[in-house]
T-cell receptor, first 113, second 111 residues
Framework: AQSVTQPDIHITVSEGASLELRCNYS??????LFWYVQSPGQGLQLLLK??????LVQGIKGFEAEFKRSQSSFNLRKPSVHWSDAAEYFC???????????FGAGTRLTVKP | NAGVTQTPKFQVLKTGQSMTLQCAQD?????MYWYRQDPGMGLRLIYY???????DKGEVPNGYNVSRLNKREFSLRLESAAPSQTSVYFC??????????FGPGTRLTVT
């Protein structure tokens, strides 16, 4: 089965600074890749997704992610972080050959004023 | 259009008690999922159902059973609850390769 690694458990950035959250996946075939955000006490909301085509995908709230097949990565970026971006972020990989979905352990983002 | 709904929102059980978590979706999705979320572990897949009438084990199925009652409903049963099953449980649904839609979660405590 596929798997996902998010190397950073917790990241702190200053408001207005740029952000990059890392995600590496393992899957033998074409992956479907997702980033979700979870605010405290809430469910998960989809930020963006990659199925095929352009490897740079744009999402909601000013986020983007780049799929790099050679590095098995799908890192999430934002040029300027806002205090409201403080949350937990999950990368997920879906399999093209079945309906299994696997999530990373998450990265908690703290935004300093 | 309610999306994915879960009941109950909160539950406290004693060790050995049983209970069923209910999940329903009104988006006509084929696939449904049950996850548990624990601090530092992210979401771990318990069971999923690719379509009505089928279920498959995920990463952590031990201690759980599921039923895909119809296309809308997918329930998760704990036959004999253990403290290790204290967690937040999320149900999700999706259509084919598209993104999953999540319910609001059930916070379960087993004492």
């Amino acid at each position: 089965a596929q798997s996902v690694t998010q190397p950073d458990i917790h990241i702190t950035v200053s408001e207005g600074a740029s952000l990059e959250l890392r995600c590496n996946y393992s899957y033998g075939a074409t992956p479907y890749l997702f980033w979700y955000v979870q605010s405290p006490g809430q469910g998960l909301q989809l930020l963006l997704k990659y199925f095929s085509g352009d490897t740079l995908v744009q999402g909601i709230k000013g986020f983007e992610a780049e799929f790099k097949r050679s590095q098995s990565s799908f890192n999430l970026r934002k040029p300027s972080v806002h205090w409201s971006d403080a949350a937990e972020y999950f990368c997920a990989v879906g399999a093209s050959l079945n309906n299994d979905m696997r999530f990373g352990a998450g990265t908690r983002l703290t935004v300093k004023p | 259009n309610a999306g994915v709904t879960q009941t109950p929102k909160f539950q406290v059980l004693k060790t050995g008690q049983s209970m069923t978590l209910q999940c329903a979706q009104d988006m006509n999705h084929n696939s449904m999922y049950w996850y548990r979320q624990d601090p530092g572990m992210g979401l771990r897949l318990i069971y999923y159902s690719a379509s009505e009438g089928t279920t498959d084990k995920g990463e952590v199925p031990n201690g759980y059973n599921v039923s895909r009652l119809n296309k809308r409903e997918f329930s998760l049963r704990l036959e004999s609850a253990a403290p290790s099953q204290t967690s937040v449980y999320f149900c999700a649904s999706k259509e084919r390769a598209y993104e999953q839609y999540f319910g609001p979660g059930t916070r379960l405590t087993v004492t």
